[in-house]
C-alpha cells in the first residue's frame, strides 16, 4: 500500500471517509445517524480523538480528525468496529425498517467474501487517509466536506445541514459535535 494512503503522524490532522459497503443509504433514518455520532462522542471523551470537521452523508461520512494521545489508526479501526456491530444489530432488531433483508443480504454477502469478518461488513475496508500537512489541503479538504450536502442537494446553504460542522464554522451556533476547529 503506498504511504499516501497510510496514517501519518496523528497530531496531524487527516481527512478521511468512512463508505457503506454497496454504497447503502443507511443514514437517511435518524437511528443511525446516532449510532455513529454516539461512537464519535465516546471516543472524543475517552480515546483522545479531536474532530476538527465532520459530515454525515446518506451512505458515507467524512471526517477530519487527530489525535495526540492514541493512533489514528486506531481510533479508525474502533469506530469503524463499534458502529458497524451496533447498526447491524440495530437492524437485525428492528420491527420497522422496510429495507432490512436487502440490507442485511448486502451485508452478509460483503462479509462472506472478505477474511477479515465472520458474518457482516458494514464499512468498505479502506478509508484512504489524506494528512492535511498544510493550508492548502486543509482548506480544501474543508470546503469539500463542508459543501457536500449542498453539491448533493439537501440544503442551499451548507450551515443548514443538521449532520455536520459547518455551523460551528460559519455561524456562532454549536453543532452536534464538540469539534475543535482548524
Known amino acids: 500500500m503506498s504511504s499516501k494512503y497510510k496514517i501519518g503522524d496523528s497530531q496531524i ?3 478521511v471517509t468512512f463508505t457503506v459497503v454497496g454504497w447503502i443509504d443507511i443514514f437517511t433514518r435518524e437511528v443511525y445517524k ?34 495526540n494521545s492514541t493512533p489514528l489508526e486506531h481510533l479508525v479501526r474502533d469506530i469503524k468496529k463499534y458502529t458497524s456491530s451496533i447498526i447491524i444489530t440495530s437492524i437485525i432488531e428492528s420491527q420497522t425498517e422496510s429495507r432490512k433483508d436487502w440490507m442485511l443480504n448486502i ?8 477474511n477479515n469478518n465472520k458474518y457482516y ?5 479502506n478509508y484512504h487517509p489524506v494528512e492535511l500537512s498544510n493550508s ?9 466536506l463542508h459543501n457536500n450536502p449542498v453539491k448533493s442537494g439537501i440544503v442551499f446553504e451548507s450551515w443548514h445541514y ?21
Not at 451485508?107 to 472478505?114: I, K
Not at 461488513?121 to 475496508?125: A, G, I
Open 121 to 125: 461488513q458494514f464499512w468498505k475496508q
Open 13 to 15: 490532522p487527516h481527512f
Open 136 to 144: 492548502y489541503l486543509l482548506n480544501q479538504r474543508l470546503d469539500y
Open 34 to 67: 446516532i449510532i455513529l455520532l454516539d461512537s464519535l462522542k465516546y471516543c472524543i471523551s475517552n480515546k483522545g480523538l479531536y474532530v476538527h470537521a465532520w459530515v454525515i452523508m446518506s451512505n458515507h461520512i467524512h471526517l477530519i480528525i487527530s489525535s
Open 162 to 182: 443538521k449532520y455536520s460542522s459547518a455551523i460551528d464554522y460559519c455561524t456562532n451556533h454549536k453543532g452536534l459535535l464538540n469539534i475543535i476547529l482548524l
Open 107 to 114: 451485508f452478509q454477502f460483503a462479509g462472506q467474501n472478505n
